[in-house]
């Protein structure tokens, strides 16, 4: 069974700094998608960012981008320019191609301060 | 398109009683699915579905019923609820079969058993 780990539960940053939320992930299938969601206080899910296994180049969506290594198994998201919005929990999901069965990470609680 | 919708949006349930959540989209999407989150655990499957008359198993399924007899809605049922269910629930859609992996998740259900 796959699984994902977050390693830090909480993190802070200050406004208009830049912040690395880890993310690790186990499997020995080929084919599979990373994702990141963004959970804000309101409780719904937001997509933030969606990673392809196949590809090698690193997803980019606007301030947001990941560092996908995939011989490590390590998918980290890095905000830019962060923004008193982008409080929230964060959580890193697996999904093995074919499957649309996300697998969680347990989240990390991250807080702008300003 | 009011994606994603589910109902109610609050419970409190006394140990023993059923109820049933409801989900509906008006995406036409092939794959709907049911997850609980709970503090500190992240998202976890219960069901899923790949179709209207398809159902499955996800990772916690015990003490929970589906059915799929439409595209559109998807119900989670609690036929006798227990304290251990006291969650939020997600209601999640995603195209299937030549989409792009996205699940578009409802709003959520907070569920209190006492």
């Known amino acids: 069974a796959q699984t994902v780990t977050q390693s830090q539960p909480e993190m802070s940053v200050q406004e208009a700094e830049t912040v690395t939320l880890s993310c690790t992930y186990d499997?020995?299938?080929?084919?599979?998608?990373l994702f990141w969601y963004k959970q804000p206080p309101s409780r719904q899910m937001i997509l933030v960012i969606r990673?392809?296994?196949?590809?090698?180049q690193n997803a980019t969506e606007n301030r947001f981008s990941v560092n996908f290594q995939k011989a490590a198994k390590s998918f980290s998201l890095k905000i830019s320019d962060s923004q008193l919005g982008d409080t929230a929990m964060y959580f890193c999901?697996?999904?093995?191609?074919?499957?649309?069965?996300?697998?969680f990470g347990k989240g990390t609680k991250l807080t702008v301060n300003p | 398109n009011a994606g994603v919708t589910q109902t109610p949006k609050f419970q409190v349930l006394k140990t023993g009683q059923s109820m049933t959540l409801q989900c509906a989209q008006d995406?036409?999407?092939?794959?709907m699915s049911w997850y609980r989150q709970d503090p500190g655990m992240g998202l976890r499957l219960i069901h899923y579905?790949?179709?209207?008359?398809?159902?499955d198993q996800g990772e916690v399924p015990n003490g929970y019923n589906v059915s799929r007899s439409t595209t559109e809605d998807f119900p989670l049922r609690l036929l006798s609820a227990a304290p251990s269910q006291t969650s939020v629930y997600f209601c999640?859609?995603?195209?299937?079969?030549?989409?792009?992996?996205?699940?578009?998740f409802g709003p959520g259900t907070r569920l209190t058993v006492t």
């Open positions: 999640a859609s995603s195209r299937g079969t030549g989409g792009s992996y996205e699940q578009y």
């Open positions: 499997t020995s299938e080929s084919n599979y998608y």
């Open positions: 990673q392809e296994a196949y590809k090698q």
């Open positions: 999901a697996f999904m093995q191609g074919g499957s649309e069965k996300l697998v």
């Open positions: 995406m036409n999407h092939e794959y």
């Open positions: 579905s790949v179709g209207a008359g398809i159902t």
